[in-house]
């Protein structure tokens, strides 16, 4: 029997193999940020363990970091604490960090691809459950507990029960206007929160092949909203003219050998799926999420659906939406562009292309904050920061903001806030907060009319 | 970490479906650096209204249920990768929690932290539920040598990777355990990299 993409990945990392128990699986990156690994460091010191590879480590603040005015002291005195803590942990432990304004900080999913710290074939870690963002390359890469990064800085490895294996196919030609954000959603909203626990999934399908790396990543990092440690797409020809030229990319003949073996790690036709659903391009819409988890997710044509189930009602009464009722029209009065999700170029790029000549609604803070330093830079470069502080938009500073809401980017409660972030919890946004997941484009439309529309049929 | 052998005790039922790890501690609680002082704030927002005072209707806000058993809705400890709701559960008492579903990522932390995450069908959840709101005194008894919960509306047996309950049972941690694989990590860093 044929090998799937992540079979290939994970056989390459085994170190050894426990007789009916775990695997040990060599972790080859490990990323690091200020909220999930001081604990970490300090169980290390106290056991007086040595960091085994600090040269496999790379760290970034983005969690807990303002999104105005970077260069100030931190006014949060447990927030400035947490980021000294991780200045001091990496200075001694000698690990690179990207510190708050530097060129290469911001969200840990946006910047180690676009440094080309991440490549394919490879095996990544970071304390966060949108790790699974790296799988676009390829990558096994997946979130894990505080506990498991001191396993990581302890031996670079990682004690694991091999996942299941899931393939997701969607294939045809995606309408105009659904973006690989309404892809994922549609899948979640179809599938649920919880049927990929247990399993690592892989996209397939001529939509996953002709996307952007930056849509592949939209896809990828919220394979773990629908339960999945994480998510892959085969590395091809865009992955590798993404990866090539960057930073910490191989470089040259190296390069080359590397492409020929990333080559080889499609998963092979008579390989077998222990789950597999396929989608039709066609089906997918625009979509919205309308209650408290990423599952609760329609097309921007459907209603509410009619559950009667006191979950499903507890959520509706949270969102103070009804069962059976259509999102257009909702006024909402505040609007997220950000979040490892959806923080890229390309997420600027069709905002803008949608907002330029238009105001946005005089109701609407609309709040769009980079990935990271370099896309910040070139939304300035490309004439993007125009067009939105014409339409008046406010572009902040990078980080992960208002996706959770650590630092002073909070929406306030009661307030709708169409987001192009990944968790619509209850409050995650802020206490009381009430989120609805959508597109970049959504949110820029919905930015300009202060409410809910179809834009599809204001597209040319 | 502390062992884990058997536990006899009463339970606190939160019958709601899908709580994700915003809700056991929300993000505004995860500024610390050390792992104590979380149990202050666990559900939090659940606990307490808007103005600061405590949520009466909130189950663990009821005197009646006390216990460090935990049952829970399906698909517990979904989201966010923060042990800080592992911590946050034992740091409020919490030594087991039982649901019909766990979160991968939450189960592991929980593991870690010598928390017992018992999966059981949806089935006989909803009966503990039913029983245990009904009668707060219930006891659970768990028996993790040979896995088994007891109660009196029945015995079931629970899974649990042999290697984590060898874990648990000694109070081993994965660190001790990598560290002692030191040659085999070295010897495929010498010949993978």
């Known amino acids: 029997m044929g090998k799937t993409l992540f079979d290939k990945v994970w056989d390459a990392h085994v170190v050894d193999t426990i007789k009916d128990g775990p695997q040990v699986l060599y972790i080859d990156k490990h990323l690091i940020h200020e909220v999930t690994s001081p604990q970490a460091f300090k169980e290390l010191e106290e056991r007086n363990i040595p960091i085994a590879r600090p040269d496999k480590i790379v760290a970034t603040a983005d969690h807990n970091t303002p999104t105005v005015n970077q260069h100030l002291p931190i006014k949060d005195e447990l927030s400035r604490n947490q980021l000294d803590q991780l200045t001091k942990n990496c200075e001694k432990n000698k690990i690179t960090l990207y510190n708050l304004g530097n060129e290469n900080n911001g969200i840990v999913h946006v910047i180690a691809p676009e440094l080309g710290i991440t490549q394919p074939g490879m095996t990544m870690v970071c304390g966060d459950s949108h790790t699974s963002t790296h799988g676009a390359f390829g990558t096994i890469a997946f979130g894990i507990g505080t506990s498991q990064v001191a396993q990581v800085f302890a031996s670079q490895c990682l004690l694991l029960e091999k996942p299941k294996s899931l393939r997701v196919n969607v294939n045809g030609k995606l309408k105009k206007g659904v973006l690989p954000k309404d892809v994922i959603l549609y899948i979640i909203a179809k599938l649920g929160t919880n049927s990929g626990t247990g399993f690592f999934c892989e996209y397939a399908g001529n939509v996953f092949e002709e996307m952007s790396m930056e849509g592949r990543m939209t896809v990828c990092n919220m394979s773990i909203e629908m339960g999945a440690r994480g998510g892959m797409i085969a590395p091809d020809e865009t992955t590798f003219e993404y990866v090539k030229g960057r930073e910490f990319a191989p470089k040259d003949a190296v390069f080359d050998k590397k492409v020929a073996y990333w080559k080889t790690l499609s998963t092979d036709a008579d390989a077998i799926f222990d789950k597999e659903y396929s989608f039709d391009a066609e089906d997918i819409e625009p979509m919205l999420t309308y209650g408290t988890n990423p599952g609760m997710g329609i097309k921007i044509s459907e209603n509410i659906p009619t559950e009667n189930d006191t979950s499903f009602e507890k959520s509706l009464a949270y969102m103070n939406f009804k069962k059976g009722e259509s999102l257009i029209n909702k006024p909402i009065n505040f609007v997220f562009i950000g979040s490892c999700t959806n923080s890229r170029i390309e997420d600027f790029r069709v905002a803008a292309a949608y907002v330029e000549g238009k105001q946005k609604a005089k109701n609407v803070n609309a709040w769009l904050v980079p990935g990271s330093q370099r896309v910040a830079k070139q939304i300035e470069e490309e004439g993007l920061q125009d067009i939105f502080e014409k339409a008046g938009f406010q572009l902040r500073q990078p980080g992960c903001s208002a996706c959770l809401a650590m630092n002073d980017d909070k929406i306030p409660e009661g307030e709708y806030c169409v987001s192009t972030s990944n968790r619509n919890f209850e409050g995650r946004q802020g206490q009381g907060a009430r989120t609805i997941l959508a597109s970049p484009l959504m949110a820029a439309a919905t930015a300009i009319e202060g409410k809910i529309i179809n834009f599809t049929n204001h597209l040319n | ?193």
């Open chain 2, 1 to 193: 970490m502390e062992k884990f052998v058997k536990l006899i005790d009463t339970a606190v039922p939160l019958s709601i479906e899908n709580i994700d790890t915003d809700q056991i501690i929300p993000a505004r609680f995860l500024k610390a650096t050390d792992k104590k002082g979380f149990g202050d704030n666990v559900f939090k927002d659940w606990r307490y209204n808007k103005d600061g005072s405590i949520n009466e209707k909130f189950i663990l806000n009821n005197s009646a249920y006390k216990g460090s058993i935990l049952i829970a809705g399906d698909n517990f400890g979904c989201g966010s990768s923060r042990e800080h709701a592992a911590w946050a559960l034992s740091g409020y008492g919490f030594k087991v929690v039982i649901s019909s579903f766990f979160a991968d990522i939450f189960k592991g932390n929980a593991l870690n932290n010598g928390i017992l995450p018992i999966q059981v069908s949806k089935v006989f959840l909803t009966k503990l539920l039913e029983k245990v709101t009904a009668n707060p005194e219930t006891k659970i008894i768990i028996d993790l040598e040979n896995q088994i919960l007891r109660t009196d509306i029945g015995n079931i047996d629970f899974e649990i990777d042999p290697y984590k309950k060898l874990c648990l049972l000694n109070g081993y941690d994965d660190i001790d355990f990598l560290i002692s694989k030191k040659k085999k990590i070295a010897a495929f860093e010498l010949s993978n990299i």
